[in-house]
């Protein structure tokens, strides 16, 4: 082939946008159409940025771990409460060796071990654990810009 | 469906005939429920107007017990001829056998405005001093005298903020289809913040914003979307209030409504309460994303609008979510 699935996305939202919008009279439709166009956006976005995306969310997400591990090594004190967060076997490896289906089954694991330590967020104070607070809201930060940069779109629609 | 609508409207209204039914057209409004516009014509005299709305029970992001479209119904007929302006509801109809599904016909007022996203700043002002007077008119009403026991009063007025917080977790953990950190750090900061003491129960719109109105000439017509209605304190409704206002007024203009609202019922703003309920608003957002992904990801076929319901729709109160509860 001599073409990129991108520029099949592309056309058929110009197709949308240049060809059948213009003709549709209803409101209805018309508001089908900007969502069609956002969606073929959406899917061209997270073909292109996906895989880097989720390589860079591994990343956090294991940083996030591995200071728990610290705090568990560092402060027996603190163990107990962080006891409900899992240990997930998946440490920070080279993006080569991690496979699409792997990335996505182990970014799901640690997003789950994670989600954990997040119900703990009110008792994260304190020096010791200031370390892992920052890590987690680092994570949660740049994962909402993660997210935001695959959903908006530049141009109206 | 016009068919049935033509049975419909003749069984509900026997004292007229020749009853006749214009093409419908789906509105582009609202993004949950489907709605119908629709004109009709009859022989005979008849309380209803011809221009009327349909609009239909199956919602793709909440359900019941958290909406229900026969609240909503029952909510509206009791505002008819109160001070707060709604359009007038005719029927409720929970017979499938008419159209599949549960649906209600209420009327529809043309020539309105339904957002102020392009009003000047001078009419947004206007609207939304307009808009503070009738919450405040809201928040004042005697919902026992007006029959509006139904919506449950909480247990004590100083139990509502847990009682609210509960529930849409309920709702959340029901809906989630894989973890989300983010939420469940909001949730635990948020049963940490919740406020000891609530000054009255009044009847709250739930998600009160300049979007669910009509307005023409800087006045509104009437206030839309009861479906989330509820008994409870009234910083719950202007912590929404001032979420949704403030991209449009500024932070001044949104600190005069305050006053304003104040001033009008003898209610001081309950700065604790008020925090509090701005985040649990933010929160009650990403629970909007989860349901409308939930949808999305659990009907075949999927449909579009709930995906970028969840995504787009959502997303500049998902990124004050994430502010809220990270402070980056």
New interface residues.
């Given amino acids: 082939m001599f073409y990129s699935l991108d520029s099949v996305l592309e056309a058929v939202q110009a197709c949308i946008r240049d060809d059948l919008w213009p003709e549709t009279s ?3 439709a ?3 159409a900007r ?2 166009i ?2 073929l956006e ?1 899917v061209r976005e997270r073909l292109a940025h996906g895989r880097e995306l989720l390589l860079s969310e591994h990343q956090q997400l294991t940083a996030v771990l591995a200071e728990v591990e610290r705090v568990r090594a560092l402060c027996p004190e603190l163990a107990a409460a962080l006891e409900s967060v899992v240990t997930v076997e998946a440490g920070p490896r080279p993006a080569a060796e991690l496979l699409d289906p792997v990335l996505e089954g182990e970014v ?1 694991q640690l ?2 071990a ?2 954990q ?6 008792d994260l104070g304190g020096e010791q654990l200031s370390g892992l607070r920052d890590a ?6 740049d ?2 810009r993660r ?2 940069s695959v ?2 779109i530049a141009h109206t629609c | 469906m016009p068919d049935a609508l033509h049975r419909y409207l003749s069984a509900r209204l026997p004292q007229v005939s020749d009853v006749r039914i214009g093409p419908l ?4 409004g609202g993004s949950s429920r489907a709605m119908y516009f629709f004109d009709a014509s009859w022989t005979g005299d008849a309380t209803v107007s011809n221009t009327l709305a349909l609009r239909m029970d199956e919602s793709s992001t909440f359900k019941e017990p958290e909406i229900s479209l026969h609240r909503e119904f029952l909510v509206y007929r009791a505002l008819m001829g109160t001070t707060v302006p709604v359009i007038d509801n005719y029927w409720y109809e929970n017979d499938p056998s008419w159209l599949g599904q549960p649906f209600v016909i209420r009327q529809r007022v043309d020539d309105v405005h339904t957002s102020i996203d392009f009003a000047s700043t001078a009419e947004k002002q206007a609207i939304l001093e307009n808009f503070i007077e009738i919450i405040a008119a809201q928040h004042s009403l005697d919902w026992r005298a007006l029959g509006l026991e139904f919506l449950g009063a909480p247990q004590t007025p100083d139990s509502f903020p847990g009682e609210l917080l509960e529930k849409w977790v309920r709702v959340f953990r029901r809906e989630q289809l ?5 939420t ?2 909001g ?3 948020l ?2 913040q919740l406020p000891s003491h609530v000054c009255k129960i009044a009847l709250l719109q739930g998600q009160v914003g300049p979007n669910q109105i009509l307005w023409r000439d800087g006045k509104i017509l009437a206030s839309l979307d009861w479906e989330s209605a509820m008994l409870g304190d009234p910083m719950a409704d202007l912590a929404y209030f001032s979420l949704a206002c403030r991209p449009h007024v500024g932070d001044e203009f949104v600190e005069h409504l305050l006053d304003r609202y104040s001033e009008l019922t003898g209610t001081p703003i309950q700065r604790e309460s008020f925090a509090f309920y701005t985040n649990f608003q933010l929160f009650w957002a990403s629970v909007v994303a989860t349901t409308s992904l939930n949808y999305f990801g659990t009907r075949h076929p999927p449909r ?2 709930p ?2 319901a969840a ?2 729709r959502t ?1 500049s109160m ?2 004050r979510f ?1 502010n809220s ?4």
């Fill in positions: 209803s409101p209805w018309d508001r089908q969502s069609a956002w969606a959406h799901r997003r789950q994670v989600e330590l997040a119900e703990l967020v009110p987690l809201m680092r994570y949660l930060h994962q909402d997210i935001e959903v908006t | 057209t789906r509105s582009p894989g973890p989300d950190p983010l469940v750090a949730i635990a900061a049963s940490r579009l609008e995906l970028r995504m787009v997303r998902m990124r994430e509860v990270t402070g980056l």
